[in-house]
């Protein structure tokens, strides 16, 4: 059963940091994606960052450069979504997903990843 389990959401301040998890299962997790998405509400999906397994490649949205910071475990399967300074308006729910490369998610195309966690809930006060 493929499963992707996102931990590590909760309530900061402006201006604090998190690390969000997802841990992988049930699929080669090297030959996979794993990008970072988020969804605020009323608002539509995101895609936030993106890393190939099997290349190393990366991707970060534009306006998240410099502040977010993704990478991965292979050993453990688990990818991490490093967030500093963090703002309200990265209020949201962010969801992991997997696909064969970071292409969909470059593209905006959050629906033709493969699979996708329940997401974690990041709240951040002013």
Known sequence: EVQLVE???GLVQ???SLRLSCAASGFTFDDYAIGWF???PG???EGVSCISNS???TYYADSLKGRFTISSDNAKKT????MNNLKPEDTAVYYCAADASCGSLRLGLYYAMDYWG???R????S
């Open 55 to 57: 290349d190393g490649d």
């Open 38 to 40: 988020r969804q605020a």
């Open 122 to 125: 990041v709240t951040v006060s």
């Open 14 to 16: 402006a201006g604090g």
């Open 7 to 9: 931990s590590g959401g």
């Open 118 to 120: 329940k997401g974690t």
């Open 43 to 45: 608002k539509e999906r």
């Open 79 to 82: 990818v991490y979504l490093r």
